[in-house]
């Protein structure tokens, strides 16, 4: 299990200082040796021998209890690493006492004690570990020349020393220091280069074009889900090692024909793609493809079209209707006071455009107010009541259209605009089907928790070749129509988060509205 991390410091901390502790149990054994084959010689003044095995035993036994606190990790980081060097500090002094002519040499070891003090609590508390070792060390010869064993001229030695342990102590508090902002750089500048991984990664996964990274030999190094769905890839693909032959022949064989800044047309089940080659400057000669969808890209061209065309004509057709009711107007006057047959035709024609001008005004008008939706409740008896008004206002007899939905359904749509979507739907019906009875058929049903309204006909249906233009714009095979009924219907379907299409009939036309029903 891994060991829960302290505030303040890292995992790095507490393994240096596990090496820390590692050389100290090193030196304790490395004393421990020295006692045992060399406390009866002369290296050690009279009776000290047995001193400095006992004082390098504690040393090796204090070395051993820390080791636990390391793996505990307790008490605190600092605390920790204070107590071992205040240990360093007073056991080299114990046995700096037990011989004169290991002194020199067991004093130096202080320094290493204190350069890895600095390095490892990052330069904290460097100079005061120093402090301390030079107190010691003086006190340590200050008792000895008390004691006779040392002469005053030994300070001069002592105090070299002493400058060292601060020299050391400073020069590990500058490196850490520095070692320390340099790390703190890495670290941001590797978050930021997580951070743009991440973005990328996002852009990469939502963009609505696939991206394929593909080296000189072929060999895919990387395959946006967009880019596997576009060439209708499902086997999984291995970076690195699947060549992109195993999945888009055609594909691999024109990318090493296509040149930087060239394009090509690529058809796949899913879709036509236009192909552009974005080369990587690699010594692979790696290079991305972008894969387009010709569709999207033609829709997202109509979609700002239509929004242009939409903004022009809502201008248009608000300057329009004042003339256009004056004209109106004058025609009904003009159709009252005459008496001429050929007048009266005259006058009739001018009523019938100015009718056939308003109502395309009206349906723009319509069109350019679709987002201001206000929805509400509608039944199986709401929606009859609605179908048999515009059935009258169409003059279309009572049995020519037949109705068949369930008694239950309930769902939720703005009723201004479903009755401009009926009212086309109908209008179109009648005017195509063999006005009889049970000419148009209105049914309704339930799929899961959507609901279909379907409207056909009996007439002659819609030639193949204009189904595709069936909710273009402007686009009518009626010379009276004024081509944007079904587009209108369709853009209020959206508006309301439902959807109408053209369904194939083996005779007449067919209409489905589908949308989401409500309890």
């Given at each position: 299990?891994?060991?829960?991390p302290?505030?303040?410091?890292?995992?790095?901390?507490?393994?240096?200082?596990?090496?820390?502790?590692?050389?100290?149990?090193?030196?304790?054994?490395?004393?421990?040796?020295?006692?045992?084959i060399f406390?009866?010689?002369?290296?050690?003044?009279?009776?000290?021998?047995e001193?400095?095995?006992?004082?390098?035993?504690?040393?090796?036994?204090?070395?051993?209890?820390?080791?636990?606190g390391?793996?505990?990790?307790?008490?605190?980081?600092?605390?920790?690493l204070?107590?071992?060097?205040?240990?360093?500090?007073?056991?080299?002094?114990?046995?700096?006492?037990t011989?004169?002519?290991?002194?020199?040499?067991?004093?130096?070891?202080?320094?290493?004690?204190?350069?890895?003090?600095?390095?490892?609590?990052?330069?904290?508390?460097?100079?005061?570990?120093?402090?301390?070792?030079?107190?010691a060390?003086?006190?340590q010869?200050?008792?000895?020349?008390?004691?006779?064993?040392?002469?005053?001229?030994?300070?001069f030695?002592?105090?070299?020393l002493?400058?060292?342990y601060?020299?050391?102590?400073?020069?590990?508090?500058?490196?850490?220091?520095?070692?320390?902002?340099?790390?703190?750089?890495?670290?941001?500048?590797?978050?930021?280069?997580a951070?743009?991984?991440?973005?990328?990664?996002?852009a990469?996964?939502?963009?609505?074009?696939?991206?394929?990274?593909?080296?000189?030999?072929?060999?895919?190094?990387?395959?946006?889900?967009?880019?596997?769905?576009?060439?209708?890839?499902?086997?999984?693909?291995?970076?690195?090692?699947?060549?992109?032959?195993?999945?888009?022949?055609?594909?691999?064989?024109l990318?090493?024909?296509?040149?930087?800044g060239?394009t090509?047309?690529l058809?796949?089940?899913?879709?036509?793609?236009?192909?552009?080659?974005?080369?990587?400057?690699?010594p692979?000669?790696?290079?991305?493809?972008?894969?387009?969808?010709?569709?999207?890209?033609?829709?997202?061209?109509?979609?700002?079209?239509?929004?242009?065309?939409?903004?022009?004509?809502?201008?248009i057709?608000?300057?329009?209707?004042?003339?256009?009711?004056?004209?109106?107007?004058a025609?009904?006057l003009?159709?009252?006071?005459?008496?001429?047959?050929?007048?009266?035709?005259?006058?009739a024609?001018?009523?019938?455009?100015?009718?056939?001008?308003?109502r395309?005004?009206?349906e723009v008008?319509?069109?350019?107010?679709?987002?201001?939706?206000?929805p509400?409740?509608?039944?199986?008896?709401?929606?009859?009541?609605?179908?048999?008004e515009?059935r009258?206002?169409?003059?279309?007899?009572?049995?020519?259209?037949?109705?068949?939905?369930?008694?239950?359904?309930?769902?939720?749509?703005?009723?201004?605009?479903?009755?401009?979507?009926?009212?086309?739907?109908?209008?179109?019906?009648?005017?195509?089907s063999?006005?009889?009875?049970?000419?148009?058929?209105?049914s309704?049903?339930?799929?899961?928790?959507s609901?279909?309204?379907?409207i056909?006909?009996?007439?002659?249906?819609?030639?193949?070749?204009?189904?595709?233009?069936?909710?273009?714009?402007f686009?009518?095979?009626d010379?009276?129509?004024t081509?944007?009924?079904?587009?209108?219907?369709?853009?209020?379907?959206?508006?309301n988060?439902?959807?109408?299409?053209?369904?194939?009939?083996?005779?007449?036309?067919?209409?489905?509205?589908?949308?989401?029903?409500?309890?």
């Amino acid at each position: 299990m891994p060991r829960p991390p302290t505030p303040g410091y890292f995992a790095s901390h507490w393994r240096s200082l596990d090496y820390f502790n590692l050389y100290r149990l090193t030196l304790a054994l490395a004393l421990v040796f020295t006692g045992l084959i060399f406390s009866d010689s002369d290296l050690f003044r009279p009776d000290a021998g047995e001193r400095f095995k006992a004082y390098a035993y504690t040393y090796l036994i204090i070395a051993a209890l820390f080791v636990l606190g390391i793996r505990a990790r307790w008490p605190g980081f600092q605390i920790q690493l204070t107590a071992h060097i205040t240990a360093d500090i007073f056991f080299v002094i114990l046995l700096m006492a037990t011989s004169e002519r290991l002194a020199g040499g067991l004093g130096l070891l202080l320094v290493i004690s204190i350069a890895s003090g600095g390095l490892v609590g990052s330069g904290r508390l460097s100079l005061l570990y120093a402090a301390m070792a030079s107190i010691a060390l003086l006190l340590q010869h200050g008792f000895s020349v008390l004691g006779g064993s040392q002469q005053l001229e030994g300070y001069f030695q002592i105090g070299l020393l002493c400058a060292g342990y601060f020299a050391i102590g400073w020069l590990a508090h500058t490196l850490t220091k520095r070692a320390l902002h340099s790390e703190t750089l890495a670290q941001q500048q590797a978050d930021e280069l997580a951070l743009l991984n991440r973005i990328n990664a996002l852009a990469i996964e939502n963009s609505p074009d696939g991206l394929l990274a593909v080296r000189g030999d072929g060999i895919v190094r990387h395959a946006s889900p967009r880019a596997l769905a576009l060439l209708s890839v499902t086997t999984p693909l291995k970076p690195g090692i699947t060549p992109l032959q195993d999945y888009s022949p055609e594909l691999a064989r024109l990318a090493q024909q296509l040149s930087p800044g060239t394009t090509f047309t690529l058809n796949t089940p899913a879709a036509q793609l236009r192909v552009r080659c974005i080369p990587l400057a690699t010594p692979d000669n790696s290079r991305v493809l972008v894969l387009e969808d010709q569709s999207q890209a033609e829709q997202a061209a109509q979609r700002l079209k239509l929004a242009a065309l939409g903004r022009l004509t809502a201008n248009i057709a608000h300057e329009i209707r004042n003339p256009l009711s004056a004209i109106s107007h004058a025609a009904q006057l003009l159709h009252e006071d005459t008496q001429a047959p050929a007048q009266a035709r005259l006058t009739a024609i001018i009523e019938n455009n100015a009718r056939r001008l308003d109502r395309l005004v009206e349906e723009v008008l319509t069109l350019n107010r679709r987002d201001r939706l206000n929805p509400v409740s509608f039944d199986a008896a709401a929606l009859t009541a609605l179908i048999d008004e515009l059935r009258q206002t169409e003059e279309i007899p009572a049995d020519a259209v037949i109705v068949s939905m369930p008694d239950h359904m309930r769902f939720q749509f703005d009723s201004d605009h479903l009755r401009q979507i009926l009212w086309n739907l109908l209008r179109n019906a009648w005017r195509f089907s063999h006005k009889q009875a049970g000419s148009i058929r209105f049914s309704a049903t339930i799929v899961g928790d959507s609901l279909q309204f379907e409207i056909a006909d009996d007439g002659p249906g819609v030639a193949s070749e204009h189904r595709g233009n069936l909710f273009e714009p402007f686009f009518t095979t009626d010379a009276q129509g004024t081509g944007l009924g079904l587009f209108l219907a369709r853009e209020l379907a959206e508006a309301n988060h439902a959807a109408l299409d053209y369904v194939p009939a083996s005779g007449g036309a067919c209409f489905r509205l589908s949308l989401r029903g409500s309890e």
